[in-house]
């Protein structure tokens, strides 16, 4: 096929279409695994934060059973 093949010319505007639609689903995912990172990191505080609360209930009702 020639370049001046209209077939040819389709086939290479589909192909560009689907390239184009792969790299925009690219980017969407791209973006999603940043949102789970940032998920990651708010549940990571979170757990620090009420591993520590547990610590000082732990401890005041220790405090509170032995004094």
């Known amino acids: 096929m ?3 093949d209209p077939n ?3 086939n290479d ?4 279409i689907e ?3 792969l790299q925009l689903n690219l980017k969407r995912l791209e973006l999603r ?4 990172e ?3 990191v708010k549940i990571s ?3 620090v ?5 547990i610590g000082e209930i732990q401890k005041l009702l220790t405090e509170r059973t032995n004094g």
Request: charged share 45%.
């Open 2 to 4: 020639s370049d001046n």
């Open 8 to 10: 040819k010319r389709l």
């Open 13 to 16: 505007k589909r192909l560009e």
């Open 19 to 21: 390239m184009f639609g």
């Open 33 to 36: 695994v940043m949102e789970i």
């Open 38 to 40: 940032e998920e990651k």
């Open 45 to 47: 505080e979170n757990v």
């Open 49 to 53: 934060a009420s591993t520590k609360r």
